[in-house]
């Protein structure tokens, strides 16, 4: 299985996270239907043990980066959370920057001790198509990151499970730990479902990436929403200075009207004086100013 390099996934982290809470596991399961949307439910349950907490935060980047001029959206939508017994949490969502941000807890109510988040959102444009330009082999790929790696609270325990439409085969992989890690987790492939497993606890900077590689066409999945990319001002001075065809013609005209600027201004102020084919004295205050000396012209020699 070739995972893409579009680093997509759903991260995480809690705001003034304080010692003594742990997340005491994190399940998810993703059902992938054949019209490409992913319908996502979270089971969060945490112990904050003694301290006085309103709730978490669920921050999920919605924007990354996909190429040097582009950025891809994910469009996250019918966002609901409560206790898994029935009970809705108080939540609200919070657009900052690339990410959304769940905002889960009510401001003025403590919660000490375990508590339950069951998070349920839809996904789209979430499965990447793929093609190897070698084999000429075609197939569709979920490359999610389950967890997240900025939470600040140990994870004791994270799976996740992903349900595929019927006829579609698939293979799959995952990996546990820091960013960039390749360490495997546990899988395994029945019939139309995968499951995943950390093997070990998450400590805080680390989290659980799955991947799933889908038969071509079985789901309908559209190109990416590609938006143009935000980039910052050594980012766009970066690119002003690149050599494209664009910032070669632009060198050239600028060159040329710099050139067209200084002949000018030699034509005007930068010549000879002369006094053409006589030379004389005026008056006893000096030579005569003379005109500007035509192009190509020579004094003559008296």
Known sequence: LVAVGVGLGVESNTASAQPGWTIESFDVVYDIQSSGVVTVTEDIRVDFGILQRHGIFRDMPVRYEYDDDNDRLISV?????????????????????????????????????????????TLLSALNPIADAETRDEWDEFYWNVTGNDWE?????ATATVNLPGNSTQEATCFEGPSGSTDPCDFDVVGQTAT?????????????????????????????????????????????????????????????????????????????????DLFYLMEDDGASPGARKPLMAHEAIV
Do not use: C
Request: negative net charge; hydrophobic residues 40%.
């Open 77 to 121: 939508g019918d966002v609901r959370v409560d206790n898994g017994g029935g009970e809705e949490h108080e939540f609200e969502l919070i657009s900052s920057g690339a990410n959304l941000r769940i905002k889960i807890g009510d401001a003025d109510t403590f919660v000490t001790g375990e508590q339950r988040y069951r998070i349920t959102y």
């Open 153 to 157: 609270a140990l994870i004791e325990s």
């Open 196 to 276: 995943f497993a950390a093997r070990q606890f998450l400590p805080t900077g680390s989290g659980l990436t799955i991947a799933v590689k889908v038969t071509k066409d079985a789901i309908d999945v559209g190109p990416p929403i590609l938006v143009p990319a935000e980039k910052d001002f050594l980012e766009q001075l970066q690119d002003a200075f690149k050599f494209t065809p664009l910032t070669i013609g632009a060198s050239v005209l600028v060159g040329l009207i710099g050139l067209m600027g200084l002949a000018r201004l030699w034509w005007e102020g930068g010549r000879d004086r002369w006094h053409g």
